[in-house]
Nanobody
Framework: QVQLAESGGGLVQAGGSLSLSCLASGKTWTIGGMAWYRQAPGKEREMVARITRGRIPKDYLDSVKGRFTISRDNDKNTIGLQMNSLRPEDTAVYYC?????????WGQGTRVNVSA
């Protein structure tokens, strides 16, 4: 079993920055890819960015390219999401995701509110 815990959400003005972090615990040594997803009110959950076990960032959502950066520290069992130049449309609950031998794990989510 893997547990994921996000932190770092909050309220920020448009143009500002936030840094999210996700700590994995439990049987972390077999975790493969990890990712950040988000779900805005009334919308479906969407992938924001994902990163391989080898710490190679993959597949940024088009609307966040050049503004968000995903990172990973396997020694600390964490992934991060640095979010710059935030926009009101980035407002959502952000979820950490991990894949482990075909099983999907999700965190509880952290809320990000970007005011205009």
């Amino acid at each position: 079993q893997v547990q994921l815990a996000e932190s770092g959400g909050g309220l920020v003005q448009a143009g500002g920055s936030l840094s999210l972090s996700c700590l994995a615990s439990g049987k972390t040594w077999t975790i493969g890819g990890m990712a950040w997803y988000r779900q805005a009110p009334g919308k479906e959950r969407e992938m924001v960015a994902r990163i391989t076990r080898g710490r190679i960032p993959k597949d940024y959502l088009d609307s966040v390219k050049g503004r968000f950066t995903i990172s990973r520290d396997n020694d600390k069992n964490t992934i991060g999401l640095q979010m710059n130049s935030l926009r009101p449309e980035d407002t959502a609950v952000y979820y950490c995701y991990a894949s482990d031998r075909g099983l999907d794990y999700w965190g509880q989510g952290t809320r990000v509110n970007v005011s205009a």
